[in-house]
T-cell receptor
Framework: QQQVKQSPQSLIVQKGGISIINCAYE??????FPWYQQFPGKGPALLIA?????SEKKEGRFTISFNKSAKQFSLHIMDSQPGDSATYFC???????????FGTGTRLKVLA | NAGVMQNPRHLVRRRGQEARLRCSPM?????VYWYRQLPEEGLKFMVY????????ESGMPKERFSAEFPKEGPSILRIQQVVRGDSAAYFC??????????????FGEGSWLTVV
């Protein structure tokens, strides 16, 4: 019940296209869902995060869509660029806790 | 740049040796977390510390692994008698207050341990 399932494992998108990464969770106590971007040899960097009181959050080209009833959330990268090529991790945590449960990651490659 | 600082960035140890990984949290942060990332896997929680206290070490292997965050100085993750399965990237993170529910944790660049 502590798992966060992430898909796809890898993704290839043409420049200018939309990249979509999906995550699903079971634990209804989760109430904070961040996405992290990680470049090779670097640490994960917070990209965008959402709480379940909203269904969508947008920051620039990055959008999180959240479906509370389905217990799913997704990251959309609009107008994908080669510089977006990285590994993306979704995560979840619950109020009053400090453990982030991470998905297994999606390796995105954007072709020029 | 006052980010989370980790050293060494890369460490090679022979089986049976000890590995010590250091982490200085962001300025003003008193909550430190260690995560481990195995190749092609996500990050797994290991331990949560505050100054001089281990709050939760439920993700730490029972043997050979220990962590501390002394009153002065960096947090240290210590791995004794390393084995090949310990080869991984170890990430330290810190937060201003307890993480979760919008309290962002900030990761360091990681320490890559290779056991030969």
């Amino acid at each position: 019940q502590q798992q966060v399932k992430q898909s796809p494992q890898s993704l290839i998108v043409q420049k200018g296209g939309i990249s979509i990464i999906n995550c699903a969770y079971e634990n209804t106590a989760f109430d904070y869902f961040p996405w992290y971007q990680q470049f090779p040899g670097k640490g994960p960097a917070l990209l965008i995060a959402i709480r379940p009181d909203v269904s969508e959050k947008k920051e620039g080209r990055f959008t999180i869509s959240f479906n509370k009833s389905a217990k799913q959330f997704s990251l959309h990268i609009m107008d994908s660029q080669p510089g977006d090529s990285a590994t993306y991790f979704c995560a979840a945590s619950a109020s009053g806790t400090y453990k982030y449960i991470f998905g297994t990651g999606t390796r995105l490659k954007v072709l020029a | 740049n006052a980010g989370v600082m980790q050293n060494p960035r890369h460490l090679v140890r022979r089986r049976g040796q000890e590995a010590r990984l250091r982490c200085s949290p962001m300025k003003g942060h008193s909550h430190v977390y260690w995560y481990r990332q195995l190749p092609e896997e996500g990050l797994k929680f290991m331990v949560y510390l505050q100054k001089e206290n281990i709050i939760d070490e439920s993700g730490m292997p029972k043997e050979r692994f220990s962590a501390e965050f002394p009153k002065e100085g960096p947090s240290i993750l210590r791995i004794q008698q390393v084995v090949r399965g310990d080869s991984a990237a170890y990430f330290c993170a810190s937060s201003l207050s307890i993480s979760g529910t919008g309290n962002t944790i900030y990761f360091g660049e990681g320490s890559w341990l290779t056991v030969v």
